[in-house]
């Protein structure tokens, strides 16, 4: 079993930063694949960034160079640094937890979720 914790979210004006925190409790973070999500209404869960226990990562496309995912396998935490943010980022945000080691491609390849942390971003 795993649970996570997101912190981070907030009200944020257009191309201010954020960095989300995911706190992992539970043994064997370091075998997990870990990956970001986010979520609108009326939309599909869909994945921000990904990063393996070897620490290759995964972005979506909207990211274009503007986050990053990292890990900290002491603290069994993972992190998402945003910069540059949009109005358009507004949503939801959750962390979860691959077994296995490898990040997903699609949320349903994920075995644990966070509840959420909401990232509002105005113009």
């Known amino acids: 079993q795993m649970q996570l914790v997101e912190s981070g979210g907030g009200s944020v004006q257009a191309g201010d930063s954020l960095r989300l925190s995911c706190t992992a409790s539970g043994r064997a973070f370091r075998s997990y694949g870990m990956g970001w999500f986010r979520q609108v209404p009326g939309k599909e869960r869909e994945q921000v960034a990904g990063i393996s226990n070897g620490e290759q990562t995964y972005y979506g496309e909207f990211v274009a160079g503007r986050f990053t995912i990292s890990r900290d396998n002491a603290k069994q935490a993972v992190y998402l640094q945003m910069n540059s943010l949009k109005p358009e980022d507004t949503a939801v945000y959750y962390c979860?937890?691959?077994?296995?080691?490898?990040?997903?491609?699609?949320?349903?390849?994920?075995?644990?979720w966070g509840q959420g942390t909401q990232v509002t971003v105005s113009s």
């Open positions: 979860a937890a691959k077994a296995g080691g490898a990040f997903g491609w699609t949320a349903r390849q994920y075995d644990y």
